[in-house]
């Protein structure tokens, strides 16, 4: 694995998630023009990116790919859905190929059959809709082909087509940059094989000597191959965009105008002749670079047209045409044997900063936008952000030393001068921690682009029309909250297609539109990023949602008895809870929504799920915008210290012990109007202490909401709000789900970070 093909695979994958977002958005409006040159031009970088390795497969599908967006393009054909699945299984294709090449370092040799198979599709799809359209253009094209070659070839044409050969005519256009590639064009063309005829022409007319550019290749090849056209292909399989091949017709084929239409036949001999009058006799006539072999070509197409023989021509080609303005000739060309006229290509986007230079030299380059843009791997920013962590332990450390100086050795002034310090440096620490934290920053469209995909296919497979909606995609997390978040994501997706959204037969009997209507969205709130999955559907009966939380042993008679409806839509994130009747590769096997909680939870986040039925059904993930610092209360609690995370904590409160009652073998408390269970967090970590009160006969309390519900967590005292970094426990501590982890304190004490979720559940 080189820096070259590291860079390939990064840029190839970034071009995929780029095409699959595009097809879809064309599948939606097939007419806009400018996301298919858009789509077409990162198809065609990836293309020649591939072209740099040998990738054969890869290649094969992708150039094929290519030919059919051109053909679209082009308006050749029109864009349908069939198109989208053979582009889409495309880039799936090249997806796994990319795979392989990670993994193993080059692709599966065994994918050559599905290669062909795929390339095979795409390329029938061009045919289907374009034989009308390339016939005319052949019909156009070869005239001018077989006027540029002398009779005697011509007929040799004739004799190798009636012996079945059948020669191909064959234009090779390279780049004006293909010298920058490593490419030789002129070796590609001696190099091309069967063949019996060629020629190189300039592809435009030539510059002035002083302005020209050597290094622009400004050539055209042309040639009849007796090849076949799979030779033909091969040969320039590494750049296929700038060849054009077609079966060449015979001479005695080119079109008879005189006797189609006798007065077109009439202009075009008067032009013809008032030409090569002004050829030979006028010697003033303005000397027009370049356009010498244009002259004798759409003269001789014109002579050939109306049957005339064009041998005469060649004695004055040297000096009388080389003063020929073909003006009168290309116009009757153009105007009735549909010649396309010349017309300047855009320029390729990649050159839009030097043309603006080039408006605007005072500007320079790297001011451009594209050049402050710096790709770093992803380990240099985590090392970054533990160095952070390490200064964030410095810092804490700081008030210890400063508390030491004035009550352990009576220097007060040394203390003061401590804190100070402290103050600068936190407020460094702070800006630097917040500078590499927007660096970790990633927008969760790196997670929702994949969804317009998943929730057509879906959708198809179970025959529902779905409008997929994405809101505040520029939404920021931490790459790792957003990476982590994708799977949970997917589980409710499918969950939605599957069982809340109905089947157009099933909505419109309810009298909603027939198609679907399912919201992914998020937003920032405070510290939080939000994510919000709501679906239009059959809703969530909380009744039919108990029954199968009984029949399966979930709950009780009691409990089925008491339970709320919130409580009953809640049931859904039990474990092997499912409402499917048959397990299918979609839903059934009662693990989807409780692997999005434990998900969740692992993140340091929530899931509140809300559901009307016969409305539809909102679900909502609240997680941290960061995971690389935590925030947490330090409490005291059986002569030790704990972390508790402060998103988990509504409130601290002191808590009379006679305001304590006893409920069968659980205490609860009042508070707040509202009936909170309390625990003991000495009786949870089983140490013999009871827990202590203060001297008002108080219970130090965290009230804290887990799954939405409160409860209180009794502890001995509060102490104070810390930030941490906070490191994952290995080895057999790894194995204590109680604890979320451990973090440095600023005195060199390890501080145990409690996990209330599973400690209390």
Not at 192 to 209: I, R, S, Y
Not at 329 to 353: F, K, M, T, Y
Not at 362 to 376: I, N
């Amino acid at each position: 694995m080189n820096p070259v093909l590291q860079q390939f695979l990064l840029e190839s994958r970034d071009g995929l998630e780029g095409i699959a977002a595009s097809l879809l958005a064309l599948e939606r409006d097939p007419a806009n023009a400018v996301l298919m040159d858009e789509l077409f031009r990162v198809v065609h970088t990836l293309k020649g990116n591939c072209g740099l390795f040998e990738f054969p497969d890869m290649f094969r599908v992708i150039h094929a790919a290519e030919d059919l967006m051109s053909a679209v393009r082009d308006g050749r054909i029109a864009y349908d859905r069939d198109m989208a699945d053979a582009l889409l299984d495309a880039m799936d294709f090249v997806a796994e190929q990319l795979d392989d090449v990670e993994t193993a370092g080059a692709p599966d040799v065994a994918q050559a059959p599905a290669s062909g198979a795929l390339a095979t599709r795409l390329r029938a799809l061009v045919e289907d809709g374009t034989c009308a359209a390339t016939a005319a253009e052949v019909d156009v094209r070869m005239a001018a082909a077989l006027a540029l070659a002398p009779a005697p070839l011509r007929a040799e044409w004739d004799r190798l087509a009636a012996a079945g050969h059948a020669p191909l005519w064959v234009e090779y256009a390279p780049e004006s940059e293909c010298f920058f590639k490593g490419e030789d064009p002129l070796y590609q063309a001696m190099q091309l094989p069967g063949t019996v005829w060629q020629q190189v022409a300039p592809a435009e007319a030539w510059a002035a000597l002083p302005a020209l550019d050597a290094y622009r290749c400004n050539l055209l090849f042309q040639a009849v191959t007796t090849a076949s056209r799979a030779e033909v292909d091969t040969h320039f399989r590494y750049v296929p965009e700038q060849v054009w091949i077609a079966p060449l017709p015979a001479a005695a084929g080119a079109a008879d105008l005189a006797a189609r239409d006798p007065e077109l036949a009439a202009e075009a001999l008067a032009i013809v002749q008032a030409q090569r009058d002004a050829l030979w006799t006028d010697a003033d006539a303005p000397f027009v670079p370049g356009r010498l072999k244009g002259a004798v070509a759409t003269i001789r197409a014109c002579m050939a047209a109306v049957g005339r023989d064009v041998a005469d021509l060649d004695a004055c080609e040297a000096d009388a045409l080389a003063r020929a303005h073909a003006a009168p000739v290309l116009a009757w060309i153009e105007r009735h044997a549909q010649q396309p006229a010349a017309v300047p290509a855009p320029a390729p986007a990649a050159d839009a900063p030097t043309a603006e230079l080039a408006q605007n030299p005072g500007r320079r380059a790297d001011d451009h936008p594209a050049s402050r843009v710096l790709k770093v791997e992803q380990t240099k920013v985590d090392r970054l952000m533990n160095l952070i962590g390490e200064m964030v332990v410095a810092r804490n450390g700081l008030p210890y030393l400063a508390a030491r100086a004035e009550d352990q050795y009576g220097v007060r002034e040394l203390s003061r001068e401590i804190k100070a310090q402290h103050a600068v440096i936190n407020r460094i620490v702070e800006e630097m921690q917040d500078a590499i934290m927007q660096v970790r920053m990633t927008p969760v469209s790196f997670v929702f682009q994949r969804f317009p995909r998943l929730v057509r296919d879906i959708a198809r497979r179970l025959g529902k029309e779905v409008d997929l909606v994405l809101e505040g995609e520029s939404t920021e997390a931490d790459k790792n909250v957003i990476e982590a978040l994708a799977d949970p994501l997917v589980h409710i997706v499918r969950n939605s297609l599957d069982h809340g959204l109905e089947t157009p037969a099933e909505r419109l009997a309810a009298g909603k539109p027939a198609c679907g209507r399912l919201t992914i969205g998020a937003r920032q709130e405070a510290d939080r990023v939000l994510i919000e999955v709501a679906d239009d559907g059959r809703g969530i009966d909380p009744a039919r949602i108990k029954q199968k939380a009984y029949a399966k042993g979930l709950i009780d008679e009691a409990a089925l008895e008491r339970m709320g409806d919130q409580e009953a839509v809640n049931l859904v994130f039990l474990p092997g809870f499912s409402t499917a009747e048959q397990v299918s590769d979609l839903s059934g096997r009662g693990v989807g929504m409780d692997a999005v909680r434990s998900a969740v939870d692992k993140l340091g986040g929530s899931v509140r799920l809300e559901s009307k039925p016969g409305q539809g059904t909102r679900l909502q993930l609240s997680l941290p915008l960061s995971m690389a610092v935590t925030s947490v209360m330090i409490i005291e609690s059986g002569g030790a210290q704990y972390g508790i995370p402060m998103d988990l904590v509504v409130e601290t409160v002191r808590i009379p012990a006679a305001s304590v009652h006893a409920i069968r073998q659980h205490q609860a408390a009042v508070l707040r109007g509202r009936i909170v269970p309390l625990r003991s967090l000495n009786g949870l970590l089983c140490t013999d202490r009871p827990q202590r009160r203060n001297d008002q006969d108080e219970l130090a309390t965290l009230v804290l909401r887990i799954h939405g519900q409160y409860v209180g967590l009794v502890i001995d005292d509060f102490r104070e709000v810390v930030e941490v970094i906070l490191k994952p426990m290995a080895g057999i501590l790894g194995s204590l789900a109680a604890y979320a982890g451990s973090a440095l304190l600023g005195d060199g004490s390890v501080l145990m970070v409690i996990n209330p979720k599973e400690l209390l559940q």
